[in-house]
């Protein structure tokens, strides 16, 4: 008889929050959040005052909650603050750096900050401006620099210790699309070769769709959706066909409107919408295959729909 294989521990989450409130005066910033976050990179949304910022000044041990528990790794913050901020790596959204200073001394200082010895430190900082590309420009002075380039180091100096944790404010802000492809393929390597568990703070929902593994939406200082992207764009089910010409298109398409069924036509590409969205699949699959069948049609594409994080967004926060 063969000895059954111990099921793995699950991993421990890197943040959890419960009940956290956290208030400015009579400003409620954080009205008792629950959220749990897990490996990986994950997507921080919501609007300019939606609790972002003030979430990860919490995580960071930055403010003191008014109720409810938070821990990071494990830990409370505000009790083992140090061993918490080793652990982190933290881009501030504003781009506010020492003009003057090199970028290859920022780098090594906030290393030396983080426990690296001198030398350690500046070795260190060569290696990790390399990695963002900044390897020649490492001894550029931060004010004769582009945003795009003080973009790197911000995020070079949260990566020197190799942390457990880098948290991302706003770190494609300024960047002209070209930039923020590059900023966000250097992020999502990272999370990947690196093995660092990343949480961006955005505002931008295409980006947060294209590179994290898990996002949180927040609204009104509460927690409107989180969870796996996967898992939570499985919705606005439906069924996507591409046909051969934009005749056959038309001819499906008033085949599976006469049969009741709702349907989007963009030239050759319909999206077909089941009835009850939270009804089995399979009966409108198997009529759009019908109807393609009967029209003798020729089909490039046929999957299944995805909702768009934008929908997901503008459904929860409204």
Same mark, same amino acid.
């Given at each position: 008889m063969?000895?059954? =294989? #111990?099921s793995?521990?699950?991993?421990?989450?890197v943040?959890e929050?419960?009940?956290? +409130?956290k208030?400015?005066?009579? %400003?409620t910033?954080?009205?008792?959040?629950?959220?749990?976050?897990?490996?990986g990179?994950t997507g921080?949304?919501?609007?300019?005052?939606?609790?972002? %910022? %003030?979430?990860?000044?919490?995580?960071?041990? &930055?403010?003191?909650?008014?109720?409810?528990?938070?821990?990071?790794?494990?830990?409370?913050?505000?009790?083992? *603050?140090?061993? +918490?901020?080793?652990?982190?790596?933290y881009?501030?959204?504003?781009?506010? &750096? #020492?003009?003057d200073?090199?970028a290859?001394?920022?780098?090594?200082?906030?290393?030396?900050?983080?426990?690296?010895?001198?030398?350690?430190?500046?070795?260190?900082? /060569?290696?990790?401006?390399?990695?963002?590309?900044? *390897?020649?420009?490492?001894?550029?002075?931060?004010? =004769?620099?582009?945003?795009?380039?003080?973009?790197? +180091?911000k995020?070079a100096?949260?990566?020197?210790?190799? #942390?457990?944790?880098?948290?991302?404010?706003e770190?494609?802000?300024?960047?002209?699309?070209?930039?923020?492809?590059?900023?966000?393929?250097?992020?999502r390597?990272?999370?990947s070769?690196? *093995?660092?568990?990343?949480?961006? /703070?955005s505002?931008?929902?295409?980006?947060v769709?294209?590179i994290?593994?898990?996002?949180?939406?927040?609204?009104?200082?509460?927690?409107?959706?989180s969870?796996?992207?996967?898992?939570m764009?499985?919705?606005?089910?439906?069924?996507?066909v591409e046909l051969?010409?934009a005749?056959e298109?038309?001819?499906?398409?008033?085949?599976?409107?006469?049969? *009741?069924?709702? +349907?989007?036509?963009?030239?050759?590409?319909?999206?077909?919408?089941?009835?009850?969205?939270?009804?089995?699949?399979?009966?409108?699959?198997?009529?759009v295959?019908?109807?393609?069948?009967?029209?003798?049609?020729?089909?490039?594409?046929?999957?299944?729909?995805?909702?768009?994080?934008?929908?997901?967004y503008?459904?929860t926060?409204?």
């Amino acid at each position: 008889m063969s000895i059954p =294989t #111990p099921s793995p521990t699950p991993p421990k989450p890197v943040i959890e929050c419960r009940g956290l +409130v956290k208030r400015y005066g009579t %400003t409620t910033a954080l009205g008792g959040i629950d959220l749990v976050i897990g490996s990986g990179i994950t997507g921080l949304l919501g609007s300019n005052g939606a609790g972002k %910022t %003030t979430l990860l000044g919490l995580v960071l041990g &930055l403010h003191r909650a008014d109720e409810g528990e938070l821990r990071v790794f494990g830990f409370d913050p505000n009790r083992f *603050g140090s061993d +918490v901020r080793a652990g982190l790596g933290y881009s501030p959204e504003h781009h506010v &750096l #020492p003009p003057d200073m090199r970028a290859i001394d920022l780098v090594r200082h906030v290393a030396e900050l983080h426990g690296l010895p001198r030398r350690d430190a500046r070795s260190r900082a /060569s290696d990790v401006l390399w990695q963002v590309g900044l *390897g020649e420009e490492r001894s550029r002075a931060l004010g =004769t620099m582009s945003t795009g380039q003080r973009q790197r +180091v911000k995020l070079a100096q949260a990566i020197v210790h190799d #942390p457990h944790l880098v948290l991302l404010d706003e770190p494609t802000d300024g960047l002209d699309p070209v930039q923020r492809d590059d900023m966000l393929a250097l992020i999502r390597r990272i999370g990947s070769e690196f *093995g660092i568990d990343i949480v961006l /703070s955005s505002h931008l929902l295409e980006e947060v769709e294209r590179i994290c593994d898990q996002a949180v939406i927040l609204g009104d200082g509460r927690v409107q959706a989180s969870g796996r992207l996967d898992e939570m764009l499985a919705g606005g089910a439906g069924i996507v066909v591409e046909l051969g010409t934009a005749d056959e298109a038309e001819t499906v398409a008033a085949a599976l409107t006469g049969a *009741g069924w709702p +349907v989007e036509r963009a030239t050759r590409k319909l999206t077909v919408s089941p009835v009850d969205p939270d009804g089995p699949i399979a009966p409108l699959e198997a009529a759009v295959l019908t109807a393609v069948a009967q029209a003798g049609a020729s089909v490039h594409r046929l999957h299944p729909r995805r909702a768009t994080l934008e929908e997901l967004y503008l459904d929860t926060v409204s």
